[in-house]
């Protein structure tokens, strides 16, 4: 027998580090991949179980599924195989979170943050359909909540232990025999008719209702009143059991676990956007593998039941984009400071930098300039600053030619210098910022 114990090495690169769990079907164990240098998950077979050939290909067909269906939402396969005593074991991916079933032991969630979860177990619903691999065990035990800060988490499915190939038709029971969870099943799992994708979708829209409104909508004491619920009762309303839901989620229910698979949602996608349009949300921006929620998850009220302190679904809200009126703001103070510049460097250049022309003076060669008159009064006289390219080339300011007849110094001023031509300006267009499936 197999011995599972802390440094135990169960493949020459991955080392078992300590038990996570134990339950019917086997343990799960944290380990160490020596070469990766990584932590994983190693799940064992029951020693029980190790020699039914049922359970042993149910293992390995959860394994080979998941392997094939290669969605970000669904649980990573690393690698599988059978230990030297004969023990099959599976090598997952380390997931950090927790599963909805946790979650929904704690609270009743919105009905946006569950549409957001419906989304993204569509997205996987989707990928292994297109596999033509239907999971038929469906719950919220199964559906696992990554841990993701500031934002609605990542939403990964697991155990593809009882899942069926529609392409060859291979499945793990025996033909007539209900596999999956009661609860969840649909009457042509519960009858032991042909289980197609539509199967799956039905136990999705189970899921919903009961994290919805905190019930099952087929839940009963006993399993067999459970079956008979399944197969005969009414189709119960969520907005019954809570009636803060629309009336359009009643809709949508009824649609979703038609008892007639035919009127079903007939596709994942279909179910997922039929969901948000049920909340008033007509853009989903669904797409295959999406790997961040599209939508805003509100956060429960305060004083709602028992939010769970260690990795709460936190709320995502839309991002912010800039209005126009703020892009007019910004673009009419980007035009003035640009102005104010242009202005500045024209009194500076006007004040530092000689004329293109001498300036006309109306006065007689030799009468004293007001310039003159005020430099007499200054005991150090200070030059007039010009630039380097210009001073040596300026004529003195006596040979500067007198351009009007002489007149009495009396009454004659000084006439302005003529203004420089303004310097070419380059033009500044405010920029907009661009807007950044199955």
């Given at each position: 027998m197999f011995e599972q114990a802390p440094d135990v090495m169960i493949t020459p690169s991955i080392r078992l580090l300590k038990r996570l769990g134990k339950g019917g079907m086997g343990t799960v164990w944290l380990a160490e991949h020596e070469t990766l240098q990584a932590q994983v998950v190693v799940k064992f077979l029951a020693d029980r179980l190790s020699n039914d050939p049922t359970s042993r290909a149910r293992f390995s067909r959860e394994a080979s599924s998941a392997a094939r269906v290669r969605s970000p939402h669904v649980v990573q396969t690393l690698d599988h195989g059978v230990t030297d005593d004969g023990t099959p074991f599976i090598v997952l991916e380390l997931l950090e979170g927790h599963d909805l079933a946790v979650e929904l032991r704690n609270r009743i969630m919105d009905p946006h943050e569950v549409a957001h979860i419906v989304e993204h177990v569509c997205v996987a619903l989707s990928r292994a359909h297109e596999e033509q691999i239907v999971h038929r065990d469906i719950k919220p035990s199964n559906?696992?909540?990554?841990?993701?800060?500031?934002?609605?988490?990542?939403?990964?499915?697991?155990?593809?232990?009882?899942?069926k190939g529609l392409d060859d038709g291979t499945s793990v029971t025996t033909e007539g025999q209900a596999v999956g969870t009661l609860a969840y099943m649909s009457p042509e799992q519960i009858t032991g008719g042909e289980v197609t994708v539509l199967s799956d979708l039905w136990a999705v829209g189970v899921v919903a209702f009961g994290a919805m409104t905190g019930q099952l909508p087929f839940k009963r004491e006993t399993q067999s009143e459970t079956i008979a619920a399944i197969l005969g009762a009414p189709i119960p309303k969520p907005s019954d059991v809570a009636p803060e839901l629309p009336a359009t989620i009643d809709e949508w229910f009824a649609r979703a676990c038609n008892r007639t698979s035919q009127t079903r949602f007939q596709t994942p996608r279909e179910m997922s956007d039929a969901l948000w349009e049920a909340l008033g949300v007509t853009s989903t921006g669904y797409r295959r593998g999406a790997s961040q929620p599209q939508h805003p998850v509100p956060e429960p009220e305060t004083g709602s039941p028992a939010t769970i302190t260690t990795n709460p679904i936190e709320s995502q809200a839309?991002?912010?984009?800039?209005?126009?009126?703020?892009?007019?703001?910004?673009?009419?103070?980007?035009?003035?400071?640009?102005?104010?510049?242009?202005?500045?460097?024209?009194?500076?250049?006007g004040r530092s930098a000689p004329a293109d022309e001498p300036p006309v003076s109306a006065r007689p060669s030799g009468?004293?300039?007001?310039?003159?008159?005020?430099?007499?009064?200054?005991?150090?006289?200070?030059?007039?600053?010009?630039?380097?390219?210009?001073?040596?080339?300026?004529?003195?300011?006596?040979?500067?030619?007198?351009?009007?007849?002489?007149?009495?110094?009396?009454?004659?001023?000084?006439?302005?210098?003529?203004?420089?031509?303004?310097?070419?300006?380059?033009?500044?267009?405010?920029?907009?910022d661009d807007d950044l499936g199955f």
């Open positions: 559906i696992f909540l990554c841990s993701s800060a500031g934002n609605a988490p990542f939403v990964k499915l697991l155990d593809f232990g009882v899942a839309k991002p912010l984009r800039p209005s126009r009126w703020l892009w007019a703001m910004l673009a009419t103070s980007v035009i003035a400071l640009v102005g104010a510049g242009i202005a500045l460097l024209v009194v500076t250049v009468a004293p300039s007001d310039a003159d008159s005020s430099s007499s009064e200054s005991p150090t006289p200070t030059p007039a600053p010009s630039t380097p390219s210009s001073a040596s080339a300026a004529p003195p300011a006596s040979a500067i030619p007198s351009a009007a007849p002489s007149q009495p110094a009396a009454t004659t001023r000084s006439a302005p210098a003529a203004k420089p031509k303004p310097l070419p300006q380059k033009r500044r267009a405010v920029g907009q």
